[in-house]
T-cell receptor
Framework: AQKVTQAQTEISVVEKEDVTLDCVYE???????LFWYKQPPSGELVFLIR??????QNEISGRYSWNFQKSTSSFNFTITASQVVDSAVYFC???????????????FGQGTILTVHP | DVKVTQSSRYLVKRTGEKVFLECVQD?????MFWYRQDPGLGLRLIYF???????EKGDIPEGYSVSREKKERFSLILESASTNQTSMYLC???????????FGSGTRLTVV
């Protein structure tokens, strides 16, 4: 079985602070993808990034960056110079594509509520 | 862009009612999914479908059923709604799986 854990239930920061959202996953499979989604107050989940299990390169996109470390089974997400518009619920998720009973199921963490105060 | 449309944004139903939640996608995706979202629990998979007339149980299928008569439409059915089914329900579709899912805006169901 696969599992995704986001230990931080809620984070509160002041605008312009950097913030890191933690994600730890468990899987016995070697072929999988990891994702981050953002859920603003409107409710729709917005795709942010995808990373496959064979690519440990970190990625930066504007103020967002992701650190994938297979050795610690972690896929952390950092927002630099946070803004009020970053306030949302953020979900980390894992999908296994190598076959078996977990094939194709996107498993989510519990979510982290980020509040950025002006 | 793929669009996933859920027919209702908010629903209030009575205990014991049969409830239908509808989801339509417009990009010919084969894979469709129903999740429920509850605070502190994240999103949990109820049912999914890889093709027309095909369905698979997810992690929490009890009290639910699904129907997929056409490729673009995936319906979630609460046979006899109960108060513990009060939740946000999210539909998603994907093709291929490694691209992740596209989600609808959700239906917030309250069972009274």
């Amino acid at each position: 079985a696969q599992k995704v854990t986001q230990a931080q239930t809620e984070i509160s920061v002041v605008e312009k602070e950097d913030v890191t959202l933690d994600c730890v996953y468990e899987t016995r499979d070697t072929t999988y993808y990891l994702f981050w989604y953002k859920q603003p107050p409107s409710g729709e989940l917005v795709f942010l990034i995808r990373r496959n299990s064979f690519d440990e390169q970190n990625e930066i996109s504007g103020r967002y960056s992701w650190n994938f470390q297979k050795s610690t089974s972690s896929f952390n997400f950092t927002i630099t110079a946070s803004q009020v518009v970053d306030s949302a619920v953020y979900f980390c998720a894992l999908i296994h594509i190598g076959g078996g009973t977990s094939y194709g199921k996107l498993t989510f963490g519990q979510g982290t509520i980020l509040t950025v105060h002006p | 862009d793929v669009k996933v449309t859920q027919s209702s944004r908010y629903l209030v139903k009575r205990t014991g009612e049969k409830v239908f939640l509808e989801c339509v996608q417009d990009m010919d995706h084969e894979n469709m999914f129903w999740y429920r979202q509850d605070p502190g629990l994240g999103l949990r998979l109820i049912y999914f479908s890889y093709d027309v007339k095909m369905k698979e149980k997810g992690d929490i299928p009890e009290g639910y059923s699904v129907s997929r008569e056409k490729k673009e439409r995936f319906s979630l059915i609460l046979e006899s709604a109960s108060t513990n089914q009060t939740s946000m329900y999210l539909c998603a579709s994907s093709l291929p799986l490694m691209n992740g899912y596209t989600f609808g805006s959700g239906t917030r169901l309250t069972v009274v």
